[in-house]
């Protein structure tokens, strides 16, 4: 039995393991969560977070994917994995952790989760690329992950699964691929965004890097001001906060609600007999 919780940041649902003692022993550990994140036949979920012993900092994450991928950073799931250490006593209110982007910061107040961002970086801003013999003006940053950002006039009228595929193997972003976001500004406090992501192969309900790099792309463009309200898939709301520099940001705060959904035993059938 593998002791696990089902937790979903805005619409971001991801399956939490607490490995500090080191015993999971699921051999292939990019099967594994293959497996298990495979909806209707498993638990399902976007993503996996396994929580490891850390010497430097409250604890150590492994990010997974739904496709296996191991990433450097998620915000929803970083959001997710401060609350699970607050629930499990393994840290305070404060919370700490590392993953590859970098030590990450947050806060837990009941059933909010305020992140701090490592500083983004690579930004790119009226990019074009060819999708469909249609020429596209793109920007992009790097939150921690590459998202690009595509300024629509109705997100809920937009192809975004495959324009947002598209996006994701364009040759441009290639080896590695891109997130792809589709933003349209309500006034200057607000964002409409969707969000095809990278690993999971589809458009999320909630994508907490892409929002931040919607959000930091339509400020550079002078479109909004902090703190910015971005209402996600799900219909829920993400805040971001944060501080525009000369030639960057600084200080980027990713704000929203963190719902546990359900605690179990993985029984060996959900992962074995696939």
């Known amino acids: 039995m593998i002791e696990f919780y089902k ?83 393994i840290a305070g209110e404060k919370v700490s952790f590392e993953t590859v982007a970098g030590i990450i910061d947050a806060e837990v107040r009941g059933d909010v989760v305020k992140l701090r961002l490592t500083d983004p970086r690579a930004l790119v801003l009226d990019d074009r690329i060819r999708i469909k013999n249609e020429t596209l003006f793109v920007h992009s940053i790097n939150t921690g992950v590459p998202h690009v950002v595509h300024f629509v006039r109705d ?48 458009e999320t309900l909630a994508c907490g890097t892409g ?7 339509a400020a550079r463009k002078g479109l909004v001001e902090s703190p910015v309200d971005v209402r996600v898939q799900s219909g829920e709301t993400l805040r971001i906060h944060f501080e525009m520099t000369r030639d960057g940001f600084t200080k980027v705060y990713l704000e929203g609600k963190v719902r546990v959904i359900y605690q179990g035993s993985l029984w060996d059938e959900a992962w074995k007999s696939m």
């Open 211 to 217: 929002s931040v790099a919607s959000a930091l792309i």
């Open 155 to 202: 997100p809920d009228d937009f192809d975004v699964f495959g324009t947002g595929r598209a996006i994701r193997y364009h040759e441009h972003y290639r080896p590695a691929g891109t997130n792809a976001n589709f933003a349209a500004v309500a006034d200057m406090h607000t964002l409409r965004v969707r969000t095809y992501e990278r690993g999971v192969e589809d």
């Open 7 to 89: 937790m979903s940041g805005s619409g971001n649902d991801f399956i939490l393991i607490d490995n500090r003692d080191g015993s999971l022993a699921v051999g292939d550990v990019v099967a594994f969560v293959k497996k298990v994140c495979a909806r209707k036949v498993s638990v399902g979920a976007d993503g996996l977070i396994i929580v490891e012993q850390s010497d430097r900092v409250d604890f150590r994450w492994r990010f997974f994917n739904a496709d296996g991928s191991e990433v450097e950073m998620c915000g929803n799931g970083g959001r997710c994995a401060a609350r699970f250490a607050f629930l499990k006593g």
